[in-house]
């Protein structure tokens, strides 16, 4: 590649393909990544690319943590009302395809509740996780 970048004028990066046997397009490409991550030419170089692939897979963990957390508050702050059934937050959660393992780690079911709703809420989702795997 550095005989492409530092060839002397005439020369056509064509030729220099040809010489090295490689397809004209695939050196192209490879000069085109090296001015990208030298900073001379716009776009994403390697780096940003890997750090945005993480983020992105951070931000598919977190969403459905964030959804459990946000109806677990709704669901408790509701939890004494009258006529209201034990586990409509599980059932929700299950239906839109958020795991019980998901729910079961965010709310930290694993520890001792002290709350009566929330012990009946981490039976439940308990024996879904065993009946469901």
């Not at 590649?1 to 490409?29: H, N, P, S, W, Y």
């Not at 408790?76 to 599980?90: D, E, H, I, R």
Request: a positive charge; proline letters at 5%.
């Amino acid at each position: 590649m550095a005989v492409a970048q530092r060839r002397e004028a005439g020369v056509t990066i064509k030729q220099i393909a040809e010489d090295f046997g490689i397809c004209e397009t695939c050196l192209q490409t490879w000069l085109r990544k090296a001015e990208i991550e030298a900073g001379s030419r716009p776009g994403t170089t390697a780096a940003e690319s890997a750090e945005l692939r993480d983020l992105r897979k951070r931000n598919r963990v977190l969403e459905p943590e964030n959804e459990v957390l946000r109806r677990a508050a709704a669901y408790l702050s509701q939890a004494n009302v009258p006529g209201k059934g034990c586990y409509p937050l599980a059932s929700e959660l299950a239906a839109d395809g958020i795991p019980v393992t998901v729910s079961c780690r965010v709310l930290k079911l694993a520890r001792q509740p002290c709350d009566r709703w929330l012990a009946r809420l981490s039976r439940f989702l308990c024996e879904s996780v065993l009946a469901h795997g």
